[in-house]
C-alpha cells in the first residue's frame, strides 16, 4: 500500500511549515533517505527526508505554501499504483479536524476561482506551467512581517533559484530572500520600504509572459497595498477639511479679513494658525504668490517685535505702571517615523514579560580591585583583550552551575532547569536591541567569550545576525557600565527566569580592617521572575558571584 508523508514537526516550536522546494517531482523513483524538499520551520531551513523506496505518485503541496505540521504532503508508492485509496483513508481519519476548518477553505478557493473567470489563472493552474508564487518567508521566531529594505531584481528580469531577489528587514536583522526559482520575474507585490505579513505574496516568477491576474487578485499583498492606498486619500481629505476649517477662525481673529483672500495652501494656513501669523504679512514663493509650508517656516516676525515696543513706551510716563513681560514668539516642532520591526517586537516582548512575569530585584556591591589587577596580568599574555564584561560572562556562567534554579524558565504547568549555560549578552545597536548567545560559557575560557563577543556585536551593527545567533539563552547579562551609569534594573528577557544589570565600576571610600581606603566598587542588580526564582535562591546566586569576582583566580581554577 502506497505510504502518505505528512509535513513533520522539526522543532520544539513548529506548528507549521513553508514548503520552499520540491527536489522531487510526480514520477520520480525516490529512496530511502533521498531528500525530497526543503522546509522553512519557525527556526531555520531544513531538508525533508524519504523513509521509503518507490515512485512519488502525489504532490498536494506547492513550493512558497504554508503547511500545518501533520499535514498531507505527498504519496509514495509502487509505480502505477492507485495511491487515491490511500489518500482517502488519511482524510477520513482527519474528518473532524476537516469539519472545522475546510469550509472556510472552501470559500476562498471561491474567492480565487472568481478572478480566473475573469482571465487569469488560478495558482494551482500556474504551477502547472511553471510559475512559483514567492511568499513572505517565516525568518525569524517572533516575526510576523517583513518591510522590504531592497530589491536586487526587477520586473522582466531572468530569474535562476539562487538569485537573491530581495533584502528582507526583520525585527532582528536584515536577511537574504531567495526565490528558489528559475525565469522571469513577472510581478513584485511590495515596493521598496512596504512591509508584507508572513506568508503574504511578494513577487511571481515563471515563463515570460504568463497572464498571474488570477493569483494576483486573491492574494493577501496587493488586497494590502490597495487598502492603504484607498485610505490615504480619505486622510488627506480629511487632514484638508480640517485645514479649511481651522483657517476661519485665524480670518476673524485677525486685525483685517485679507487672510481670507490670501492665496496658501492648506497645510500653510494651519500651521500659520499654530504659531499665531497673520498671512497677509508673509510673502508667498509658490506659482501666483500662493503662501506654502516653506514661506510660513521661514517667516521672521518683525511686526510683532516692533509692536511690543509700544506698551513699554506708553507705561514709561507711568510711575504706577507694571513692568512688561516682553513677547517671545515661539514653535512648536517635532519629527516622527514609522517605528521600525525590530522596534515593534522589542515592544511586544518587554510588555509581555513585565506584565506577565513578576519582576523582583536584588542588588549587591562587588570590591573590584582584584578582578582588576586580574584583567591587567590576564591582557599581558591573552591572544584577545578581555573586558570586564568578559569576566562577568564567565562568573555568572559558572554560578549559574552551582544554582540552577536561576538557570530556569517558566513554561505554565511546568519548570525547566538547564543544566546549561547559554549566556544571552544585551547589545544595543541604531534600531534597538539584540541579546545574542554565548553558549556553553562556564566551560569556554575569558579568551573565547571575549572573541565571540566582539564578533557578535561586529555582526549585530552591521544586522548580520541570524536566527542561530539569538536563540537558546537560559539567563541574560545586560551591561551599561560603559555609559557611567552606577546602577539600574533591567526586564527579564522571555523566557529566562532571571537577568543581570552591570553598572560602572567606580572609585570610592571604603572600608578594610577598619580603615577608609580608596577602593573601586561596581554594583549588579538581578532581576528575578519570581515565578522560578525565590528572595533566597537569588540572593544565594548573587553571593556566589560576588566571590568569584572578588577572587577571580576562581574562575581560572
Known sequence: MADVIKMPKMSDTMTEGVLAKWHKKVGDKVKSGDVLAEVETDKATMDMESYWDGVLLYVGVEEGTAVPVDAIMAVIGKEGEDYKAALEAEKGAEAPKAESTDAPKAEDK??????????????EELAAKGVTVIRMPLLSDTMTEGVIAEWHKKVGDKVKDDDV???????????????????????????????????????????EGTDVSGILAGGSAPAAKAESKEEAPKEEKQA?????????????????????????????????????????????SAEGGRIIKKDIENFKPVAAQAE????????AGSPAAAPVIPTFVGEVKFTEQPVSQMRKVIAKRLAESLFTAPHFYL???????????????????????????????????????????????????KIRF??????GVAMAVEDGLLVPVVRFADGKSLSHISAEVKDFGGKAKAKKLQPADWEGSTFTVSNLGMFGIDEFTSIINSPDGAILSVGAIQAVPVVKNGAVVPGNVMKLTLGCDHRVVDGATGAQFLQTLKGLLEEPIRLLA
Open 110 to 123: 471561491k474567492e480565487e476561482a472568481a478572478p480566473a473567470q475573469g482571465g487569469g489563472l488560478s495558482e
Open 363 to 413: 542588588t549587591v556591591s562587588i570590591d573590584m580591585d582584584n578582578a582588576m589587577a586580574a584583567r591587567t596580568a590576564i591582557n599581558a599574555v591573552a591572544p584577545v583583550k578581555v573586558s570586564f564584561n568578559d569576566l562577568v560572562i564567565k562568573a555568572v556562567a559558572v554560578a549559574l552551575k552551582k544554582h540552577p534554579a536561576v538557570n530556569s524558565s517558566w513554561g505554565g504547568d
Open 240 to 284: 484638508t477639511t480640517a485645514d479649511a476649517g481651522s483657517s476661519a477662525p485665524v480670518a476673524e481673529s485677525s486685525s483685517s479679513s485679507s487672510d481670507s483672500r490670501v492665496k496658501a495652501s492648506p497645510l500653510a494656513k494651519k500651521i500659520a494658525k499654530d504659531k499665531g501669523i497673520d498671512l497677509s504679512q508673509v510673502a508667498g
Open 418 to 423: 538547564n543544566e546549561h549555560t547559554n549566556i
Open 165 to 207: 531577489l530581495a533584502d528582507v528587514e526583520t525585527d532582528k536583522a536584515t536577511m537574504e530572500v531567495m526565490g528558489y526559482a528559475t525565469g522571469t520575474l513577472l510581478h513584485i507585490g511590495v515596493e521598496k520600504g512596504s512591509a508584507a505579513k508572513v506568508n503574504g505574496i511578494i513577487a511571481i516568477v515563471g515563463p
Open 308 to 315: 511690543s515696543g509700544k506698551p513699554k513706551a506708553e507705561s
